[in-house]
């Protein structure tokens, strides 16, 4: 792998909500979909032998703790293969022995296979259930996500509580407070409450994520379409809960300062 994840360069210039898709890879993007659904698949395949024997029959929190493991090696193979390889900046703002809610923009399907094997040490995002339903993929799905049918307001308040539970068990808890993903023309939507209730209601810090150019490479609008573009995801500094702090005012802490960090652009030149 020419590009492996875990470089500190910088995501190249310009606005990161640009979405590309014009030109020559109008025609090109859709043929490459089919080329990166084809790799997807194949390499799942692959990895599907390990992650039976090495984390399906498994209890947690080490079914989990592997999974993210194997997820490293499965996407370090995929993402370049796909023309996306993955930068990662940030990794020391987690502190050894530290769980944390890392809250993560959201553009694109892509973003959940950046986000797991990006995190460093073992961690659960929240996923919807229809992903899950997948043949295979949602027996995957399932082990490195907290599974939430939106539609259903006890599975809500019981994902809250498996929420909790996976941050005991020393994991890390992945949300997107966006809810869904952003198609809006802005860096971000607004943010729901349920990642910051966590951080007061646990205490634990809240690591705000960024990944940059997922958005690029599937723009919004388009069902069968990829472009290759390399992508970055940087870790920003923890934020403590304070006690006396409310939801609202916590959310709108963290979302001030991924608004300016995203809409900021590079800090240094794109190599």
């Not at 084809?38 to 080490?62: C, E, G, K």
């Not at 993402?79 to 900046?89: D, E, K, Q, S, V």
């Not at 599937?218 to 923890?238: A, E, S």
Request: hydrophobic fraction near 40%.
């Amino acid at each position: 792998m020419n590009q492996p994840a875990g470089n500190t360069s910088t995501p190249p210039s310009g606005n990161p909500n640009h979405s590309s898709g014009s030109g020559i890879w109008s025609v090109l993007g859709p043929l490459w979909a089919v080329w990166v659904i084809l790799i997807f698949v194949i390499t799942m395949l692959i990895f599907l032998p390990f992650f039976l024997l090495f984390s399906y029959f498994l209890p947690p929190p080490r079914n989990t703790k592997n999974f993210v493991t194997m997820s490293r090696v499965w996407m370090g193979v995929f993402l370049p293969l796909a023309g996306t390889p993955l930068f990662i900046r940030g990794r020391e703002k987690f502190a050894k022995g530290q769980t944390y809610i890392v809250v993560c923009n959201h553009n694109a399907l892509l973003d959940v296979p950046v986000t797991t094997p990006g995190i460093p040490g073992g961690n659960k995002t929240i996923a919807k259930i229809e992903m899950a339903r997948i043949p295979i993929f949602g027996m995957m799905y399932r082990t490195g996500s907290v599974i939430v049918d939106r539609q259903d307001e006890t599975s809500r308040r019981e994902s809250f509580t498996k929420m909790k539970e996976t941050l005991d068990m020393g994991l890390h808890m992945c949300l997107y407070p966006e809810g869904t993903r952003n198609k809006t023309p802005g860096p971000l939507k607004a943010f729901h409450d349920g990642a910051f209730r966590l951080a007061l209601n646990t205490g634990k810090p809240i690591l705000p994520a960024i990944i940059f150019n997922t958005r690029k490479v599937m723009p919004p609008g388009k069902t069968v379409y990829f472009r290759p573009h390399r992508l970055y995801m940087h870790f920003l500094d923890p934020i403590t809960p304070q006690p006396d702090e409310s939801v609202d005012a916590l959310k709108q802490r963290v979302f001030k300062i991924m608004w300016d960090y995203y809409t900021a652009g590079p800090k240094q030149p794109a190599v």
